[in-house]
């Protein structure tokens, strides 16, 4: 079984839609997060989760919203997509135990690419 | 603000040799640390975690170690195989309850 999933692997779409990408975690943790790999390989928080609510927001375009319905799911919607959004998005998750994360799994990454 | 880095960039070996990997970090106030594999194209395979009371740890042939005091991590790797051909990442967790990861060691065996 998949313990973290995401979808779609692979979204090409041109500048100016609107497209989501939907996470979900097996494993019963509570703290989901988003991360971007850019041209580089570089992989930046952008948003975390806690049992649906949001902990950690750094500096993100608003055009980017994520939506947790529970804590198994963190989806991510991107409004008016730019050339710039164009990067792999991975979805994680671990367990907040006594203020600590655990040990964190990634699912395998959806890589967006806008025309 | 945590800066991870990690040395070598990329590193190129025969097979059957043992390597090492190094991973820095600024600030030593950390709970644990991760390393990680990325395949190309794929996602991140989760391969150690040490918690920050921990020295080592140790699956299979990859031992990884810490000491947080100089902020610095090694993964060593035994007798290496084409198929641990990948690229690296070494990941923090602190009081910011995320994730800094350094840019990564791109890995090739050759056969």
């Known amino acids: 079984d998949t313990a973290v999933s995401q979808t779609p692997k692979y979204l090409v779409t041109q500048m100016g839609n609107d497209k989501s990408i939907k996470c979900e975690q097996n494993?019963?943790?509570?703290?989901m997060y988003w991360y971007k790999q850019d041209s580089k390989k570089f992989l930046k928080i952008m948003f975390s989760y806690n049992n649906k609510e949001l902990i950690i927001n750094e500096t993100v375009p608003n055009r980017f919203s994520p939506k947790s319905p529970d804590k198994a799911h963190l989806n991510l919607h991107i409004n008016s997509l730019e050339l710039g959004d164009s990067a792999v998005y991975f979805c994680?998750?671990?367990?907040?135990?006594?203020?600590?994360?655990?040990?964190?799994?990634f699912g395998q990454g959806t890589r967006l690419t806008v025309v | 603000k945590q800066e991870v880095t990690q040395i070598p960039a990329a590193l190129s070996v025969p097979e059957g040799e043992n390597l090492v990997l190094n991973c820095s970090f600024t600030d030593s106030a950390i709970y644990n640390l991760q390393w990680f594999r990325q395949d190309p194209g794929k996602g991140l395979t989760s391969l150690l975690l040490?918690?920050?009371?921990?020295r080592e740890q140790t699956s299979g042939r990859l031992n990884a170690s810490l000491d947080k005091s100089s902020g610095r991590s090694t993964l060593y790797i035994a007798a290496s195989q084409p198929g641990d051909s990948a690229t690296y990442l070494c990941a923090v967790s602190g009081s910011a309850r995320q994730l800094t990861f350094g840019s990564g060691t791109q890995l090739t065996v050759l056969p």
């Open positions: 040490i918690q920050s009371s921990q």
């Open positions: 494993l019963g943790h509570d703290t």
């Open positions: 994680a998750s671990s367990q907040l135990t006594g203020g600590r994360n655990t040990e964190a799994f």
